[in-house]
Nanobody, 129 residues
Framework: QLQLVESGGGLVQAGESLRLSCVVS????????MGWFRQAPGKAREFVAH????????YYSDSVKGRFTISRDNDKSTAYLQMSSLKPEDTGVYYC??????????????????????WGQGTQVTVSS
């Protein structure tokens, strides 16, 4: 089992920044690609960003590209999501998720929830206008 614990959420004003962290334990962190998803009230959960196990492959949703940065520190078993120029529409619960590299292929859709094996409990981000 892989345990993921997110932190760093909070209430901010539009234009401000936040950094989310996801601490992973239970298995080798480098065996997992990591993703961030979010769910706004009344909406389906959506993909935000993905990073490969070594950090060489990164993907973003169009809605956050240029404002958010995903990264990971394999020595600390932690994934990060740096969020800048936040907008009210970024409000939601943010989840980190792990996808075991043994189950992934080059053509897998990294934006799909189905590709991820483990999920954290989420952290709330609220952006006021």
């Amino acid at each position: 089992q892989l345990q993921l614990v997110e932190s760093g959420g909070g209430l901010v004003q539009a234009g401000e920044s936040l950094r989310l962290s996801c601490v992973v334990s239970g298995q080798a962190f480098t065996s997992y690609a990591m993703g961030w998803f979010r769910q706004a009230p009344g909406k389906a959960r959506e993909f935000v960003a993905h990073i490969s196990w070594g950090g060489s492959m990164i993907y973003y949703s169009d809605s956050v590209k240029g404002r958010f940065t995903i990264s990971r520190d394999n020595d600390k078993s932690t994934a990060y999501l740096q969020m800048s120029s936040l907008k009210p529409e970024d409000t939601g619960v943010y989840y980190c998720a792990g996808a075991h590299i043994a189950t992934m292929t080059p053509t897998d859709d990294r934006t799909s929830e189905a590709e991820y094996d483990y999920w954290g409990q989420g952290t709330q981000v609220t952006v006021s206008s």
